[in-house]
C-alpha cells in the first residue's frame, strides 16, 4: 500500500529519505516510489553473483560505509544520475534497523538534496521488520505500507536542520522516539 502519492509534483526529482528495517525495503522504495529512481547499497552487495552486475544497471550505487572520501564519490555519483533527471533513494541510516527502532542518519543524503536543490521527500515504511527483519532468513507475507510524507525544500536550511526535521517526520509516522 502506498500513500501520499499526492505529496510528489510531477516532474520533479527528489531525494527520498528512508527507514531501513528489511530487505524488502529497498524493492519497495525502487518499485513503488512513482519516479524513475537511483538507489544507494552497501558495497559488499556488488560481490553477490548476478545481484551485483544488475546494482550498475539499476541505478544502484554502491558506497563504501568505512571510508568517508569513498562514501563521498558514490554520492557524486549519485549527483550525476540526478542531473539526468532521476530521484534518489536513501536509507539514511546506513543500515537496517531492529522493530521499533530508528537509528540515527548519517549526513551524505543530505549533502546530496542540498547539492542538487532537489527537495526531500521523508518516507516511513512499515511492516517490512515482521516480514523478514534483520538477521533472519525467513519472510512472512503480509501487506507492506510506504507513506510519502509531505516534501521538505532544502533553500535556506543547512544539513543539521534538514537531518532533524526528516528523521522527526519518520520518527512521527512510525510512532517511535526521535
Known amino acids: 500500500v502506498v500513500k501520499g502519492k499526492e505529496n510528489l ?6 531525494v527520498f529519505i528512508s527507514n531501513h528495517r528489511s530487505y524488502l525495503d529497498t524493492a519497495m522504495l525502487y518499485c513503488y516510489s512513482g519516479r524513475r529512481i537511483g538507489l544507494v547499497g552497501k558495497k ?5 553473483p548476478i545481484f551485483g552486475y544488475g546494482m550498475g544497471i539499476a541505478n544502484i550505487i554502491a558506497i563504501d560505509r568505512s571510508n568517508p572520501t569513498k562514501a563521498k564519490e558514490s554520492m557524486q555519483k549519485a549527483r550525476k544520475v540526478m542531473d539526468d533527471g532521476y530521484s534518489f533513494g536513501v536509507f539514511a541510516e546506513g543500515t537496517r534497523a531492529y522493530p521499533n527502532e530508528l537509528l540515527p ?9 542540498l547539492q542538487t536543490g532537489a527537495p526531500i521527500v521523508p518516507i516511513a515504511i512499515k511492516n517490512t ?3 523478514m527483519g534483520k538477521k533472519t532468513g525467513t519472510a512472512f507475507s503480509g501487506e507492506i505500507e510506504m507513506v510519502l510524507l509531505p516534501s521538505i525544500e532544502t533553500d535556506g536550511f543547512d544539513i543539521k536542520e534538514l537531518l532533524v526535521k526528516t528523521r522527526m517526520a519518520i520518527a512521527d509516522e512510525l510512532r517511535v522516539e526521535s
Not at 509534483?9 to 527528489?14: A, F, T
Not at 542518519?105 to 546530496?112: Q, S, V
Request: proline share 0%.
Open 9 to 14: 509534483e510531477e516532474n520533479e526529482s527528489y
Open 44 to 48: 559488499e552487495l556488488v560481490k553477490i
Open 105 to 113: 542518519f548519517k549526513k551524505g543524503a543530505f549533502h546530496l538534496a
Open 129 to 131: 521488520d515482521w516480514m
